[in-house]
């Protein structure tokens, strides 16, 4: 027996309980939605993830240059290419998060507040 006939046995009738309609249930679950997505807009800014993921490349590209051999210069005709793209990611990975720093993201206000503020008569 599935979950919706154990329901429908359970009232007698056969009618399914109605919960979805409270309207304070429905609020309370909105403006956590919102909240949570707010959080998430925060979290997963494009800046952060590629800022990020350039300083730890940059890392890594920077400490092969600096421990390049004679042999790999050779190959480059005497120019540390690994040594100066790592310090070119490191400095766009750091400007990436400087930036998000300085300006960071900021949610949008919620329907009601938006609506208050334009002066619309009709939302509540």
Do not use: C
Not at 46 to 61: A, D
Not at 62 to 78: C, F, M, Q, R, Y
Not at 105 to 112: L, Q, S, W
Request: aromatic share 6%.
């Amino acid at each position: 027996m599935n979950d919706k006939q154990n329901d429908q046995n359970a009232t007698g009738d056969g009618a399914v309980p109605d919960t979805a309609h409270d309207p304070a249930a429905h609020i309370q679950e909105v403006e956590d939605l919102e909240r949570r997505s707010n959080t998430a807009a925060r979290l997963f800014d494009v800046r952060r993830i590629i800022g990020g993921l350039f300083v730890v490349y940059g890392v890594i590209v920077t400490v092969a240059g600096i421990l390049a051999s004679d042999e790999d210069l050779d190959k480059a005709e005497g120019i540390n290419i690994n040594l100066w793209t790592g310090l070119g990611m490191l400095a766009l990975g750091v400007f990436f998060l400087v930036w998000l720093r300085l300006s960071p993201t900021i949610p949008p206000p919620p329907p009601e507040e938006a609506a208050a503020e334009s002066g619309d008569p009709l939302v509540k």
